[in-house]
């Protein structure tokens, strides 16, 4: 347990980790929109575009987080608020 606490303490703030998530979250909604619209050039533009700053995104998070890789729990939070998020994304 007080392993857990400390390793949660070490991200920069848990906050910062929910926000983190909720970005990802926000990335996958907009793709999900987008690959729900008639293809078009421009929409396809779009989802190109996005795909790249989700995958920086997630570059930085992997590096920002690289020390939390095995721990469960912050693996079963982001979950967590993933799922939330998506269930909103209409």
Do not use: W
Not at 75 to 87: C, G, L, P, R, Y
Request: hydrophobic share 30%; proline share 0%; with cysteine.
């Amino acid at each position: 347990m007080i392993v857990t606490g400390l390793l949660l303490a070490s991200c920069s703030s848990s906050s910062s980790f929910e926000s983190d998530v909720k970005q990802m979250a926000g990335y996958r909604c907009q793709l999900k929109q987008l690959m729900g619209k008639e293809q078009d050039d421009k929409t396809a533009d779009q989802i190109e575009k996005l795909k790249k700053e989700m995958d920086d995104f997630s570059n930085k998070m992997e590096e920002k987080y690289k020390d939390q890789k095995e721990n469960k729990e912050m693996d079963e939070k982001a979950d967590k608020i993933m799922d939330a998020e998506m269930a909103k994304c209409k």
